[in-house]
């Protein structure tokens, strides 16, 4: 006599189970499954390029700014997020035309990452990640995480803003 699939104990059945995911710190609402949904990451990043816009009072984006995304996009992936907000911060010989296009892109999208509501500015953005990565190391992770994923869409939504040559 066959089993019925629908038996606890049948060898073919399948048993679901519900994983619920408790927050470390109030950072983490930040993170919250919400705002890391892979379908709203896009959303969340054509947000945070209307916003670098609409500081700058511009509507379209130049090359500059265009290869400033593109830039910080290869940086998070090749260096990571601790060595971009030490990027915006260094104080040393690193001026230069690059830096001066480079870094208000990058103050503008990485503070919007970490708080959309009230950007953070370059200070702020390297307190906040240094204290991350030394006292909560799995939050840093996922927000680094976080990170190359809003990575992709900033360059998808930095093209479609590009100014026509």
Known sequence: MPQQPNKPNAPNSTVVQTVSIKPVSNLDNALNAAQVLPEQMS??????????????????????????????????????????IGYLNQSNAQAGEVRERTVPVWESLLGQMLDENNPLERQQIMETVVEMARNQPKLYMATWRRSLMLANHWNFWGRAYQEEE
């Open 43 to 84: 959303l969340v990043a054509h947000q945070h390029i209307q916003k670098y816009l609409s500081k700058c009072r511009k509507y379209r984006l130049d090359k500059n700014d265009l290869n400033s995304i593109l830039r910080l996009s290869t940086h998070l992936r090749v260096f990571g997020l601790l060595s971009a």
